[in-house]
């Protein structure tokens, strides 16, 4: 009974397109909590994907209807939502955001043959140990990640003194770890590994004991609300210790938290996809409605793209029959062109870096 409640209160139902919908698909993430800006990106894309769709027609014949569900980015929310989704006849999930949600949900739509496809979920884990044949992803890995990352540590800032941090969770830590082996590999000594707890306000603690250890160098596995803390609160030390993370900073809400104090961190996402031709028509689109494109809204955008052509060479929604079009599909998409591999991972061109300033972030030159 409590996970029945707990998947109806996460639940939260949008419909897009016509009252009469004929299938039924998810997106997934966390429309609630701290990492909330990344459920308005998810949301953003998949209304966007299913308006454009049902408005050219929809899919062999029939409509989309979308429903929209809360996981907070925790794993036990994560498994609820995923039952009630598929006690609600669900095709189809463009989600979860999160790894650590991503990774036990994925459990749940293999037993039920629900294809999944998640936007941003990068720990290997995801689709190395995946439960069955229909669970995908249209972004990179941490290994990929962590290997332009490590490479780039030891290579720039040879010499300095890098410290790596982790929030302890399968995407945070996973990062952290993959990005501190290459990082080793290279020749680089970690001057600190340490871990913290996420939702904390105040990481004095931890700042004193890098200011202490002398860190040049700070690269954080977790995401842009305790990363724009703790590099506003080196600021506020006096230390001029360059800030270093993944993908989970690509939301205008870390400077929000950090302010002039984000100035010069860098993270790594992939090349921005709002630059590619096939986005802008719906850069442009979700712009004038007051909406964001940035982050993970193409992605989520493009999950549910890759997934309707499938549909569509499937001829029907039939789980067997769609993941076999997946598997053997190249598909167009607001990414470029993209397919999948027998694990279930995305070709697509893997990570860059990124530089925070002014407020925003640009790719670097390298």
């Given at each position: 009974?409590?996970?029945?409640l707990?998947?109806?209160?996460?639940?939260?139902?949008?419909?897009?397109?016509s009252a009469w919908?004929?299938i039924?698909?998810?997106?997934?993430?966390?429309m609630?909590?701290?990492y909330?800006?990344f459920?308005a990106q998810?949301r953003?894309?998949?209304?966007q994907?299913v308006?454009?769709?049902?408005e050219a027609g929809?899919v062999n014949?029939e409509?989309?209807?979308?429903?929209?569900g809360?996981?907070?980015?925790?794993?036990?929310?994560?498994?609820?939502v995923?039952?009630?989704?598929?006690?609600?006849g669900v095709a189809?999930?463009?989600g979860?955001?999160c790894?650590?949600?991503s990774i036990p949900?994925?459990q749940v739509?293999?037993?039920?043959e629900?294809?999944?496809?998640?936007?941003?979920?990068?720990?290997?884990?995801f689709t190395?140990?995946?439960?069955?044949?229909?669970?995908?992803?249209?972004?990179?890995?941490?290994?990929?990640q962590?290997?332009?990352?490590?490479?780039?540590?030891?290579?720039?800032?040879?010499g300095?003194?890098v410290?790596?941090i982790?929030d302890?969770t399968?995407?945070g830590?996973?990062l952290?770890d993959?990005?501190?082996?290459?990082?080793?590999?290279?020749?680089g000594?970690?001057?600190?590994y340490?871990?913290?707890?996420?939702?904390?306000?105040?990481y004095?603690?931890?700042?004193?004991?890098l200011?202490?250890?002398g860190?040049d160098v700070?690269?954080?596995?977790?995401?842009y609300?305790?990363?724009?803390?703790?590099?506003?609160?080196?600021?506020e030390q006096?230390?001029?210790?360059?800030l270093v993370?993944?993908?989970a900073?690509?939301?205008?809400?870390?400077?929000?938290?950090t302010?002039?104090?984000g100035?010069g961190?860098?993270m790594?996402f992939?090349?921005d996809?709002?630059?590619?031709p096939?986005?802008?028509p719906?850069?442009d689109?979700?712009?004038a409605?007051?909406?964001?494109?940035e982050?993970?809204?193409?992605?989520?955008y493009?999950a549910i793209?890759?997934w309707?052509?499938?549909?569509?060479?499937?001829?029907s929604t039939?789980?067997d029959?769609?993941v076999?079009a997946l598997?053997?599909?190249?598909?167009?998409t607001v990414?470029?062109?993209?397919?999948?591999?027998?694990?279930?991972?995305?070709?697509l061109p893997?990570?860059?870096?990124?530089e925070?300033k002014?407020g925003k972030y640009?790719?670097?030159?390298?």
């Open positions: 009974m409590k996970t029945t707990l998947a109806g209160a996460a639940l939260g139902l949008a419909m897009t397109g919908a004929d039924t698909i998810a997106t997934v993430g966390p609630t909590g701290q909330a800006s459920g998810m953003a894309g998949a209304e994907a308006a454009d769709i049902n929809g014949g409509m989309l209807k979308l429903e929209v809360d996981d907070a980015c925790d794993p036990k929310q994560a498994v609820a995923a039952n009630q989704l598929a006690g609600s189809f999930v463009a979860h955001f790894s650590g949600s949900a994925s739509y293999a037993d039920e629900i294809v999944m496809i998640s936007p941003a979920s990068t720990n290997p884990a190395d140990e995946r439960p069955g044949d229909g669970v995908f992803r249209v972004c990179g890995r941490d290994d990929q962590g290997d332009v990352a490590g490479k780039y540590l030891a290579e720039k800032f040879a300095k003194k410290a790596f982790h302890k399968a995407y830590k996973g952290a993959a990005t501190m082996a290459v990082y080793e590999k290279a020749g000594t970690p001057a600190l340490e871990a913290y707890t996420a939702g904390e306000k105040d004095t603690a931890l700042v004193s004991k200011k202490q250890e860190v700070l690269y954080v596995g977790g995401y609300t305790e990363a724009g803390l703790i590099m506003r609160q080196m600021r006096g230390m001029n210790t360059v993370s993944g993908d900073l690509v939301a205008d809400e870390y400077w929000a938290i302010g002039e104090a100035e961190t860098l790594t992939s090349p996809p709002r630059n590619n096939e986005a802008k719906v850069v689109e979700l712009l409605a007051g909406k964001t494109a982050g993970y809204s193409l992605y989520t493009a793209q890759a309707a052509q499938a549909l569509k060479t499937a001829g039939e789980f029959d769609v076999k598997n053997e599909g190249k598909f167009q990414l470029g062109e993209l397919e999948f591999d027998d694990k279930g991972d995305v070709t893997g990570y860059v870096f990124y925070w002014d640009a790719q670097l030159e390298q």
